[in-house]
């Protein structure tokens, strides 16, 4: 039990376009789900967290008009990158809980290369 | 605000060897503790985890006891395999609801036969 699945897994764009990834949890629902980005051979840098049904809160330096979060449901939220640029190539990883657990169960991750 | 330092890696060790990575927090209040493992592709799993002062987590070999005098959380197994060479962070979560996760920078670990 407690599966996140992300889609695509890997995604290759040109500059100025935006990508959408998809976070799901399989078989519970997710109250909070979080967003995070890593670098390579970094940790993970959590970008926002957002709850079903209200906006998402975003960390220090992190833009919300760049990195758009959806969670319009129990079992899913979106990550688009608004007007990618090579910067924004990552690896970005969701996690999901439910209700008051402190577990997080991680998605296997999203690689965005943007050329 | 609240942290967790790692060891820095990598850790190389021979198959069969002892191994220990060193967590320590930083936190108010009274955090739960994490071990996640990232194998070479792959997202964080959960390796063990901790919810308060003296308890032990352990899986697949791998223990964790949470130490709130020392405020640390080492991770250790007595005979590690090839398999599990991977990337191990140290992780704390505020015990208030909907608490993100923060992360320690990563160990790498590799085992070699």
């Known amino acids: 039990g407690a599966v996140v699945s992300q889609h695509p897994s890997w995604v290759i764009c040109k500059s100025g376009t935006s990508v959408k990834i998809e976070c799901r949890s399989l078989d519970f629902q997710a109250t909070t789900m979080f967003w995070y980005r890593q670098f390579p051979k970094q940790s993970l840098m959590l970008m926002a967290t957002s709850n079903e049904g209200s906006k998402a809160t975003y960390e220090q330096g992190v833009e919300k008009d760049k990195f758009l979060i959806n969670h319009a449901s129990l079992t899913l939220s979106t990550l688009t990158v608004t007007s990618a640029h090579p910067e924004d190539s990552s690896f970005y990883i969701c996690s999901a809980r439910t209700g008051s657990q402190e577990t997080q169960y991680f998605g296997p991750g999203t690689r965005l290369l943007v050329l | 605000g609240d942290s967790v330092t790692q060891m820095e890696g990598p850790v190389t060790l021979s198959e069969e060897a002892f191994l220990t990575i060193n967590c320590t927090y930083t936190?108010?209040?009274?955090?739960?503790l994490f071990w996640y493992v990232q194998y070479p592709g792959e997202g964080l799993q959960l390796l063990l985890k901790?919810?308060?002062?003296?308890d032990k987590g352990s899986n697949k070999g791998f223990e964790a006891t949470y130490r709130k005098e020392t405020t640390s959380f080492h991770l250790e197994k007595g005979s590690v395999q090839v398999s599990d060479s991977a990337v191990y962070f140290c992780?704390?979560?505020?015990?208030?609801?909907?608490?993100?996760?923060?992360f320690g920078k990563g160990t790498t670990l590799s085992v070699s036969s």
């Open positions: 992780a704390l979560s505020g015990n208030q609801a909907g608490t993100a996760l923060i």
């Open positions: 901790a919810t308060k002062a003296d």
């Open positions: 936190a108010t209040g009274y955090p739960s």
